[in-house]
Nanobody, 114 residues
Framework: VQLQASGGGLVQAGGSLRLSCAASKTISSFNYMRWHRQAPGERREWVATVGSGVTTSYANSVKGRFTVSRDNAKNTVYLQMNSLKPEDTAVYYC?????????WGQGTQVTVSS
């Protein structure tokens, strides 16, 4: 399974970005699709998860600002990021698991200027 993340960029604080993660196979096979991020010098951290039943969960740091969703017809997962803060600056990765194997996309850079 290949995951291709896109949509990152440079945005001012308070702005918005929408990240996309396109999968090479139907994502209806995956119970959970996740977004993670890694800031320079920091450990990778979990950001959000969307389940096959479109249940969602979020890290406290992004709750109320970020929205994760999935479009099974397009084999794509999205992360809508609003009210961005400088501390949201990181490389964002999508991830999923299938039959005990974990798959990661290559990451997309998000930079939020103050």
């Amino acid at each position: 399974v290949q995951l291709q993340a896109s949509g990152g960029g440079l945005v001012q604080a308070g702005g918005s970005l929408r990240l996309s993660c396109a999968a090479s196979k139907t994502i209806s096979s995956f119970n959970y699709m996740r977004w993670h991020r890694q800031a320079p010098g920091e450990r990778r951290e979990w950001v959000a998860t969307v389940g096959s039943g479109v249940t969602t969960s979020y890290a406290n740091s992004v709750k109320g600002r970020f929205t994760v969703s999935r479009d099974n017809a397009k084999n794509t997962v999205y992360l809508q990021m609003n009210s961005l803060k400088p501390e949201d600056t990181a490389v964002y990765y999508c991830n999923t698991d299938l039959r005990g194997q974990s798959f990661w996309g290559q990451g997309t850079q998000v930079t939020v200027s103050s």
